[in-house]
């Protein structure tokens, strides 16, 4: 038994759920569920970052003031939002936690004591969205070029990590371990932004009112990226290093050079793998708060239901490429694969088997012009190289084959042992398909099981002869055409 241990970032707490942090959610769940399905040890951590400048900013927009109550608010939203899209982590970890705090000090205790940690004065431009130090030319018109305000000019006397000093160290490690930082395009952007070098970083503010303070200076609170890292090891239990850290483009630089520095110098081996996915955004537009169109996740859900969303994130979008959202591409699918192709194989042959057997179907012998047609190899790889629109797609095509062989064989014209030798093949090869999207669309799967009169199975049941006898019962239609 394998361990699997999966983090997706953890989100700002001030923000709301867009279907952008969904997505990275989604994907992360599709692929702890896999791994659980496949029999491993699996760990799946998700959590909120609370103590940015930014928490302080939105709290004190409101009426209510106290930090604190407005991060329990805020963090009971986000937890409502991943229950209603059946994200199934093992634990949720807020960086405003006793657990964290503790990691965060004995971490940076480990840094300081290997000599990484100096004081020194910062005179630049910090820009708040970014929650980052940005240098003059990478502005456009005096603005940052992602949250399009202009950032606070800072001059602070702050604690400084020596990042340079890891500058060859993490060079060697990526080109050593190909496989570290995926997909590609990603790695080598990495690799030249290491390559124009590494300069030392500021991770400490004076400030007394929000944050973590550092253990050896109480006039300072944590630089947020610093503090807000390390929740892959406070929430991780003892499941670290991580199998897989998942996360979009944007935040690479953090994930794949200030972290891996972080953790050489205070001795913590790295995470195995770091994949991070692309943009999505909204009829061709990058979503944003600032040009008001990003789409709440339970707006969608609400219409169509949430599975339709899960499926259509991961089918659509080519995991690790940039994808765009409509609603138009959204029901094409809905109306396509999921009510046409997998939605009426279910009711045809369930139906068929009601009408003609009066539910009751067994065989001892299956249909190999079908059962040869599943490619379960294929999938698995597909999985395993995060290429998850091509393991849908080739599920799908599985579906697909079994609607032609019923349109070929026609069993409601056959009688007797044929009859059932067809039926038995069919319902089998459901119970297969209803095993292999499990992860993705898990509600789906359920309503799929119970019309069988199933108990969800595992990746090692995906083959045919499991099931001896069905007794199955039509349930209501999986998915409605809009
Ligand atoms: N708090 C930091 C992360 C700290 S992790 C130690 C942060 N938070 S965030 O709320 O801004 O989340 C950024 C992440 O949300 C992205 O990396 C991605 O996982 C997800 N996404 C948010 N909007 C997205 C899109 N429009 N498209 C794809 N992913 C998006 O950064």
Redesign the pocket.
């Known amino acids: 038994m394998a361990k699997f241990y999966i983090t997706?970032?953890?989100?700002?707490v001030n923000?709301v759920a867009?279907?952008?942090?969904a997505?990275?959610?989604i994907a992360a769940d599709v692929l702890a569920r896999w791994h659980r399905l496949g029999g491993d040890k699996t760990f799946f951590l998700t959590g909120l970052?609370e103590n940015?400048q930014k928490t302080v900013t939105a709290a004190k927009k409101l009426e209510n003031k106290d930090i604190k109550k407005y991060t329990d608010d805020m963090a009971e939203k986000w937890i409502s939002v991943w229950k209603i899209l059946a994200i199934s982590y093992d634990d949720f970890i807020r960086t405003t936690e006793t657990r964290h705090k503790n990691v965060v000090n004995e971490f940076f205790m480990k840094v300081y004591k290997k000599g990484d940690i100096y004081k020194g004065n910062y005179e630049g431009l910090y820009c708040e969205g970014c929650?980052d130090f940005v240098k003059e030319s990478e502005l456009i018109n005096g603005k940052c070029q992602y949250h399009n305000v202009e950032p606070k000019e800072v001059v602070e006397e702050n604690y400084f990590f020596r990042l340079s000093k890891y500058e060859k160290e993490l060079l060697d490690y990526i080109n050593k371990n190909p496989d570290f930082i995926l997909p590609e395009p990603r790695k080598n952007e990495v690799i030249s932004f290491i390559k124009n070098g590494l300069i030392d970083i500021s991770i400490s503010r004076p400030d007394k009112e929000w944050g973590i303070r550092l253990p050896i200076d109480k006039n300072h609170v944590y630089w947020?990226?610093f503090d807000?890292?390390l929740?892959?090891i406070s929430g991780a239990k003892k499941y670290w290093p991580a199998e897989l850290q998942?996360?979009?483009?944007?935040?690479i630089k953090?994930?794949c050079i200030i972290?891996p520095a972080m953790l050489i110098s205070a001795g913590y081996k790295l995470p195995k793998q770091i994949f991070?996915?692309?943009?999505?955004?909204v009829d061709g537009h990058?979503?944003?708060k600032s040009l008001g169109n990003?789409i709440n996740p339970l707006y969608l859900t609400e219409k169509y239901g949430v599975d339709a969303l899960r499926y259509f994130l991961l089918r659509e979008i080519p995991f690790g490429q940039?994808g765009d959202f409509s609603e138009k591409a959204l029901k094409a699918r809905i109306n396509g694969e999921l009510a046409n192709d997998l939605g009426n194989l279910v009711s045809r042959i369930l139906t068929i088997a009601e009408k003609k057997l009066n539910g009751k179907v067994s065989s001892k012998i299956v249909d190999k012009k079908l059962t040869e047609k599943l490619d379960l190899k294929k999938i698995e790889d597909y999985i395993e190289k995060y290429m998850l629109h091509n393991a849908l797609a080739e599920i799908f095509k599985f579906v697909n084959e079994c609607n032609k062989h019923v349109n070929d064989e026609k069993p409601w014209q056959l009688e007797g042992k044929e009859l059932e030798e067809h039926l038995y093949t069919l319902l089998e090869a459901i119970r297969i398909i209803s095993i292999l999207v499990s992860s993705f669309i898990p509600k789906t799967s359920n309503k799929i099981n119970k019309q069988l009169g199933i108990k969800e199975g595992k990746l090692k049941d995906c083959k045919f002869g499991v099931v001896k006898e069905y007794n199955v019962k039509k349930g209501e239609i999986l998915f409605k055409k809009v």
């Open positions: 997706t970032p953890i989100y700002y923000d867009t279907i952008g942090h997505y990275t959610t970052d940015s929650e947020t990226w807000a890292l929740n892959y998942l996360m979009a483009k944007d935040i953090f994930h972290w991070a996915h692309g943009f999505l955004t990058k979503m944003s990003a940039d």
